[in-house]
């Protein structure tokens, strides 16, 4: 049994180091330039274990998406209960907001955006292993509040995509393109108030005696 999580650990060591050394190398060279030797010699192990782990360089690229993304805490969590759409669309907004704000999710845009012309499977990685996650999670929880009465949505997966781009064009786009932008803490709640009181406008359900429902 010792034996065994012995192994389990330097297998789960050398994977992190694997994509440490490629999200680096990705950064500073780009996709194209990036091969599979040069990470597996950055990490420090040979390359054969690293085809263990990631036999294409579109895997390896997919695990760094997968690191930035779905192992966030936030994708963890319990949905927010249903039955108060304010609060938890509130709690889900600043959950995708904090990813976006994160130092590596920028660069490793500029990565995608600058390759996949050429490599369309980043941008299929960044679907799959970034935004797919959150959207599905608000799937979860768009559905929930429509069970307990208290949305009414005939397209789930425009709803959510609507919610998050009104979170993406505000906080996160302006930063991508402008580095001097800042979009502080207070903005951000500003905008995540914002794009609940628009979803709900559109989407929420009137109380039964007729009043609107607060947001």
Known sequence: MAVEKYRER?????????LAAAGRAFLSHGYDRTTLAHVAREAGISTGTLFKHFPTKAALF?????????????LQRPLPPAGNPTAGLTAIGHDYAGKLRQPDTGPLFRVIIA??????ELGQALFLRGKAPYLN?????LRSEIAAGTMDIHDVPLAARQFLGMINDLIFWPTFLAADQVVDDAEVGRVIDEAVRTLLARYGRPLKDGAARPV
Do not use: N, Q, T
């Open 10 to 18: 330097v297998k789960s060591e050398k994977r992190a180091a694997a």
């Open 62 to 74: 997919e695990g760094i998406m997968e690191e930035l993304w779905e192992v966030d805490p936030e």
């Open 115 to 120: 390759e996949a012309p050429r490599f369309p």
């Open 137 to 141: 999670r608000l799937h979860a929880y």
